[in-house]
């Protein structure tokens, strides 16, 4: 028999999969991790198929034998999770090598920690004594200590690995160690003190009773539920698990942010004690490896984290939740860029599971199945308890300007911040850009001071009293300048304020306010976002304000005012889903405001009343919002209605990627040009054309269905990506949902 690996290298994921022998004494399944000999190394792989011998790939050299199987159950692969990587590579058009990579057992890449053994025949001679009786006393040495204590070199370590002197022993490791209390070990719940489940408003039971009725029917469904916030989508959800452990299934509960999953998971530890296990990427290794092993060994059903969960270890799986469902951090922005949706579906078909998608918001390419009939509809019109959700207020910003009013903070918004202060309730701001003004624009040439690397507009900042210019994207700093580098002239101005400046205009213009600013300047240090959110709900500040990081998910029961700032920023982006976007932030930011029991208040300011975002977002009404984007996509022939491909062409030299991206339109244009519905857009540059000095191009293909599509994509990209003469680096993005 022959055995098709995958490799497992992180630096350079590969796209085939190689032929090993298997010897005589090893013993491997399908799924099986195994170490392999690799060029001079010794790597690992996973076992994908077992063939005949005559059945291997014909490679001119002759094949190598496996060098052993690691046994443990941690560290195969599932067989559902070999269907998932078929899947991610066949939707998703990723390497082996990545697919691999998103969906390993996590202990594979604690290797750092990793512990090298003697093998059973090793003897002295072949090692140097000394260290031959360190890793005998101590059971073993791992790469650093070989490295920095015995100045073994990475060369003579694999060698002595290729020649069985050493072996790379990764199930000890996990053992070894100092026992890590557990986040889960602290906050042991006894069966009896768990919390038990809320009687159900009608909406709630309605919800639920659909549920469960699929959760017994063993059959793959999809429904969506829609409610504002606080409306008592989590209690529905909590009680649907419930439905799917008592029917003997698991169950996996996706947030969208590491930020979110510490609240959701004290939730659902005092409703589910220690069948929970938690996986974001913040955890360390070593947790990450215990909780998955949790899951592994079923001492953990419920499954609570952020998006790479999605491949939890979990079997018999009955019911998967993507709360947020709307939320861009769904998507994966790298390779393999997938759409967690569209794995949870594939993983429910593969357990005829139910999924549920939640939110205040749904995407439109949601509601767009829900009309199809594809996907049902469960609806929770009101919050609990008929809390009424905030009142807003839109202030045209033009209207203020006309009037000669030029502060940051329009009269409407002045005012119910003072209240707000006389009162001795809390605010929360939101201002989507950082630092103090974000362009700087010459007055006579109207030249912007832009990025020498990033063709993007540089950022100013002060730092420590001092102006600073700062490139978003790659970092880049320069003095605020004198002389417009264009045509010389003084007269420079700054236009767009930044968080910096409004919090400086909040403590000039409100005497004696505490402000807390959170945004990816303040919040860089360890424990900085626990820790400012903590002084905020013990309000020793009276105002927030921050980024999209505050949009989401706080509950502070004294905000009483939410103001946005700005609330054009994310409409005029280059992007057709700008008004999705604004709506989804803008309904998001407003659901702060009054939750429990005093009554809240939203102000929006904005240079365009008129828009339908805008307007929608105002009376809170999604179905309004809906029509209208959805008339808007049509006309243009936009997703939902069709899909989106995007390929990336980069490379540091602008000929270069312009030819690749060429090449490669040129490719798509005779694989895909006779179908119906494609259409094909000639490369033109991303929308930010260079970006740390690489030259950047794109192309886009829409069309109505992956599937007629998918063959004709694959092998243009292929063709050209195989080529010798193109060294760009090419990134495809089926399904994308941002540009470029
Ligand atoms: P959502 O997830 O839609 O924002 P939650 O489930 O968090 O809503 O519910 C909002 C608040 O209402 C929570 O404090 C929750 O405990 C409470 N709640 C939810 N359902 C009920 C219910 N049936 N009876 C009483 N309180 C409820
Ligand atoms: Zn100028
Ligand atoms: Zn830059």
């Known amino acids: 028999m022959i055995a098709k690996v995958a490799v497992d290298m992180r630096a350079k994921p590969v796209d085939r999969l190689y ?205 969506v539920l829609h409610g504002v916030t606080g409306s008592g989508k989590t209690e529905v959800y909590l009680q649907a698990i419930e439905c799917a452990l008592q029917a003997g299934h698991t169950a996996l509960m996706l947030v969208p942010e590491i930020a979110l999953t510490a609240q959701m998971t004290t939730r659902f530890r005092r409703r589910f004690g220690q069948r929970i296990a938690v996986l974001h990427s913040r955890l360390s290794d070593r947790e990450r490896y215990e909780e998955w092993n949790r899951i592994v060994r079923k001492e953990a059903d419920v499954v609570v984290g952020a998006r790479s969960a999605i491949f939890a270890p979990l079997s018999h799986v009955g019911l998967i939740i993507i709360d947020e469902e709307h939320e861009q951090t769904y998507k994966q922005e790298s390779d393999p860029r997938y759409v967690v949706r569209e794995v949870a579906e594939w993983r429910a078909k593969y357990h005829r599971a139910v999924v549920v998608l939640g939110s205040a918001t749904p995407s439109l390419e949601t509601m767009y199945r829900v009309e199809r009939e594809r996907y049902t509809l469960l609806t929770l019109p009101d919050r609990i308890g008929a809390r009424p959700l905030a009142e807003v207020q839109v202030v045209d910003m033009r209207a203020e300007f006309r009037k000669g009013l030029h502060s940051l903070f329009s009269e409407p918004l002045k005012l119910s911040l003072e209240q707000v202060l006389e009162r001795e309730e809390q605010a929360i701001l939101f201002l989507n850009r950082r630092g103090y003004t974000t362009i700087l624009l010459c007055r006579d040439c109207g030249a912007a001071a832009t990025c020498p690397d990033c063709d993007l507009s540089l950022t100013l900042h002060k730092v420590q009293g001092a102006s600073v210019l700062r490139c978003h994207f790659c970092g880049h700093m320069e003095p605020l300048p004198t002389h417009c580098v264009n045509c010389g002239s003084t007269r420079i101005r700054q236009f767009g304020a930044g968080t910096q400046k409004v919090e400086q205009a909040l403590v000039e213009q409100f005497s004696g306010v505490r402000v807390i600013r959170m945004d990816v300047d303040t919040t860089g240090t360890k424990g900085a976002h626990e820790r400012m959110l903590g002084e905020f709900e013990r309000g020793e500040a009276d105002v927030l304000l921050g980024t999209q990081m505050i949009a989401k998910g706080l509950d502070f029961g004294r905000v009483t005012l939410v103001g946005v700032v700005a609330a054009d920023t994310s409409l005029h982006i280059p992007d057709f889903r700008a008004a999705e976007r604004t709506f989804q932030l803008l309904v998001q930011v407003a659901g702060r405001a009054g939750r429990h029991d005093l009554p809240g208040k939203v102000v929006i300011q904005t240079f365009s009343p008129d828009h339908y975002a805008i307007m929608a977002a105002q009376k809170h009404d999604y179905a309004q919002f809906f029509v209208t984007e959805m008339a808007a996509r049509k006309a243009m022939q936009y997703p939902p209605y069709t899909e989106i491909t995007q390929f990336l062409i980069a490379h540091d030299t602008e000929q270069v990627a312009l030819q690749t991206a060429q090449t490669l339109h040129e490719a798509l244009l005779s694989e895909l040009s006779l179908q119906k519905d494609v259409r094909i857009f000639a490369a033109v540059p991303a929308s930010v054309p260079r970006l740390r000095g690489v030259y950047r191009y794109q192309i886009t293909v829409l069309y109505p269905s992956f599937m007629r599509v998918k063959e004709g994509l694959s092998r243009a990209y292929q063709t050209v990506l195989g080529s010798a003469t193109f060294h760009a680096t090419i990134v495809v993005d089926v399904n994308a949902q941002m540009l470029f």
């Open 19 to 223: 032929d090993y022998i298997i010897p005589d004494h090893v013993s491997v399944e399908v799924g099986s991790c195994v170490e392999i000999p690799f060029g001079q190394r010794v790597i690992t792989g996973y076992v994908l198929a077992l063939i005949d011998e005559d059945g291997s790939s014909g490679d001119s050299h002759p094949l190598r034998p496996i060098v052993r199987a690691l046994t443990a159950e941690a560290s195969s692969l599932h067989p559902e999770m070999m269907g998932v990587m078929a899947f991610l590579k066949d939707r998703y058009l990723c390497t082996w090598g990545a697919a691999l990579q998103t969906v390993l057992p996590p202990m594979t890449r604690a290797k750092a920690s990793a512990r090298y053994v003697l093998s059973e025949h090793a003897d002295e001679g072949q090692l140097d004594a000394a260290l031959f009786s360190y890793i005998k006393r101590y059971k073993g040495i791992t790469k650093k200590t070989l490295i920095d204590k015995f100045g073994i070199t990475k060369r003579q370590l694999d060698m002595w690995v290729a020649q069985d002197v050493l072996q790379l022993d990764i199930r000890h490791t996990a053992r070894l160690g100092k026992k890590r209390i557990s986040s889960h070990e602290h906050a042991v719940t006894r069966e009896e003190q768990l919390e038990s489940a809320l009687p159900l408003s009608i909406a709630q039971e309605e919800a639920y009773q659909q549920l469960s009725v699929a959760l017994h029917e063993g059959k793959m469904r999809t429904f």
